[in-house]
C-alpha cells in the first residue's frame, strides 16, 4: 500500500487547474468568475490509502527492463582476466621458455588438468601483481581442482599424453614459486619438480625426440637445479645423468650455463655440509668452475654483445659514465646470471683462500663483474633508454626489472665499494617508488638488515624461476 497524502477538499475544476478553492457548495468564486460549472467536491469519508502494488511493480519491471537491455559494460570474470594477462604479458612478451604452452592449451578441454593448472597460475600471477589476497584465494582453489586432474590423468597416462602431463606440473611448480617466496614454507616446493623428474626419466628419449619436449625437459632441469639450490641440497644424481642424455639434442648458452650452475649448486652444499671449512680440493673447484663460466662469457653470441651508451649529463640512475643496453631482457638475465655464479665463486675463492689476504686478482674481478651487473639496470629504469620505459612501469617492466633484484643483492653482498653500495639502495628505491614494486622495497630492506643472506634463498624471495625469461 502506499501513502498517496491528505485529500484535498477542493471542487474538481479546482483541483484540475491547481486554485485554491472557496469551497462555497452552491458554486465557488473561482468558477462563477470562469463561468464553470462547480462540481466534484469530495466525500470526506473517502478513503486516504488506495491499493497501489501492482502499478508499483509494473514500474520496478519496467526500470528493470531498460537496464537489462542497456548494459554498461561487459564484466568479464577474473579467471579470464587473468589468463588474458598471463599470455599477453608473461608468454607472449616476457617468457622464452613457455612456447607449447599456448598450442597445449590451445587444444585442452575446459575440464582438463592443463586448463586448471594454467587457470591457477595466470590468477596466481595476477594476484602477485595487484597484490590482492581474493585473488590469491581463486587461486588456490583453481590449485587444489589442477592437482586432482593431474592425479587422475597419472592414473591412465596416454602415451601421447606425456608432454601435456609435464607442462601441467611445471605450471603447477610455477604456481608454488609465486605463492610461496620461502622454500621452508611450502612442502611442495620441490615436489613438484622431483614427480617431473619421475614421469620425464623413463621417457626422456621420447622427449628428446621432438623441439617441444626438449623445451619442457631444459625447463624442468632448470627448475629443479634452482629448486636444489634454494634448499641448500646437491642437485640429484637423476638430473645430471638426463643432461648427459639431453646433451646432444639442446645446445643453447642457457643450457650450457645452467649445467655449471648444478655444479655451482654441488659445490656451495659440500661447503656447507663441510662446516664452512673450505679444504683446497673445494677451493679448487670453485676456480675451476669460475673458469668454465669466464669461457662460456666470452664464446657468447656477437648478437649478445651489449652497446654501450655514454650519455652527456650525467644521471643518478647511471653508475659511472655508462651503460649498456642487450638485445633483450632474456639476455640480460642470463649474462647477469653468468656474473653472478661468478660472483659467488670469486666470493668463495676470497673468503677461504689458504693466502694471508685475498689475492688482489680476486678483488679486482669482483670489481669489475658488480660493474657490469649495474650497467645493465639503466636499460629497464631510464625512460629514455627505451621507448616502451615508462614512468609508472608496465607490468612487462616490472618482471624485467625482477630479474636484476637477485644480481644486485649479490653485487651489494661482495662489493667493496660504498658508492655502488649506495646507488643499488638509490635503484631499488626507484623501482619501489616510481615502478611501484613492492619487492623491490624487501630486497632493499634485506641489503640494510641481512646483508649475509643466501644468494639463492633471495632468488627464491624475488619469485624465484617463476619471474624469470
Not at 589468463?83 to 582438463?112: Q, T
Not at 676470497?350 to 669482483?366: C, K, Q
Request: glycine share 4%; aromatic share 8%; charged share 20%.
Amino acid at each position: 500500500m502506499v501513502n498517496r497524502g491528505q485529500i484535498s477538499k477542493n471542487c474538481l475544476p479546482c483541483r484540475k487547474r491547481k486554485l485554491r478553492c472557496d469551497l462555497v457548495p452552491e458554486g465557488c468564486g473561482q468558477c462563477r468568475r470562469a463561468r464553470l460549472k462547480c462540481h466534484g467536491y469530495r466525500d470526506p469519508r473517502d478513503l486516504v490509502f488506495h491499493d497501489e502494488t501492482r502499478s508499483a511493480e509494473q514500474k520496478v519491471v519496467a526500470r528493470q527492463a531498460t537496464q537489462a537491455s542497456h548494459p554498461t559494460a561487459m564484466e568479464l570474470g577474473w579467471n579470464v582476466r587473468a589468463r588474458y594477462v598471463f599470455f599477453s604479458v608473461y608468454v607472449f612478451e616476457f617468457s622464452h621458455s613457455l612456447g607449447p604452452v599456448a598450442p597445449f592449451y590451445n587444444r585442452a578441454s575446459a575440464l582438463d588438468h592443463l586448463s586448471a593448472s594454467l587457470e591457477a597460475t595466470s590468477l596466481a600471477f595476477m594476484a602477485v601483481h595487484l597484490r590482492t589476497t581474493a585473488l590469491m584465494h581463486l587461486a588456490s582453489v583453481s590449485y587444489v581442482t589442477a592437482i586432482q586432474r593431474l592425479s587422475c590423468a597419472l592414473t591412465e597416462l596416454p602415451s601421447s599424453g606425456a608432454e601435456e602431463i609435464l607442462q601441467s606440473i611445471l605450471l603447477l611448480d610455477m604456481y608454488e614459486k609465486m605463492v610461496y617466496r620461502n622454500p621452508q614454507d611450502s612442502a611442495s616446493w620441490m615436489s613438484h619438480a622431483q614427480g617431473g623428474m619421475s614421469l620425464l626419466g623413463p621417457r626422456a628419449q621420447q622427449f628428446a625426440s621432438s623441439l617441444t619436449g626438449c623445451q619442457l625437459s631444459a625447463r624442468l632441469i632448470t627448475a629443479l637445479t634452482v629448486s636444489s639450490g634454494a634448499m641448500g641440497a646437491r642437485v640429484p644424481d637423476e638430473l645430471m645423468a638426463l643432461r648427459g642424455h639431453l646433451d646432444p639434442f639442446i645446445n643453447t648458452v642457457k643450457w650450457r650455463f645452467t649445467g655449471i650452475v648444478a655444479l655451482v649448486v654441488d659445490l656451495q652444499a659440500d661447503l656447507r655440509n663441510s662446516g664452512d671449512n673450505c679444504t683446497i680440493d673445494l677451493a679448487e673447484r670453485a676456480e675451476h668452475l669460475d673458469d668454465q663460466l669466464r669461457n662460456l662469457y666470452r664464446t657468447l653470441p656477437p648478437s649478445w654483445r651489449p652497446r654501450q651508451i655514454s650519455p652527456v649529463r650525467r644521471d643518478a640512475l647511471i653508475f659511472g659514465s655508462y651503460y649498456e643496453i642487450y638485445a633483450d631482457h632474456y639476455v640480460t638475465q642470463v649474462t647477469n646470471g653468468i656474473r653472478a655464479m661468478r660472483l659467488l665463486l670469486n666470493n668463495i675463492m676470497s673468503r677461504h683462500t689458504l693466502r694471508p689476504s685475498p689475492d688482489n686478482i680476486i678483488l679486482d674481478r669482483i670489481r669489475d663483474i658488480t660493474h657490469q651487473i649495474c650497467a645493465t639496470v639503466p636499460q629497464f629504469i631510464l625512460p629514455r633508454a627505451a621507448p616502451e620505459n615508462t614512468v609508472g612501469f608496465s607490468p612487462l617492466q616490472s618482471l624485467q626489472c625482477c630479474t636484476l633484484l637477485a644480481p644486485l643483492y649479490i653485487a651489494n653482498q661482495v662489493s667493496t665499494d660504498a658508492l655502488m653500495r649506495d646507488w643499488i639502495r638509490r635503484c631499488l628505491q626507484h623501482m619501489s617508488e616510481t615502478g611501484c614494486m613492492k619487492i623491490a622495497k624487501d630486497v632493499a630492506d634485506l641489503m640494510r638488515n641481512k646483508q649475509d643472506l643466501n644468494y639463492w634463498l633471495v632468488y627464491a624471495m624475488v619469485g624465484s624461476y617463476a619471474f624469470a625469461a
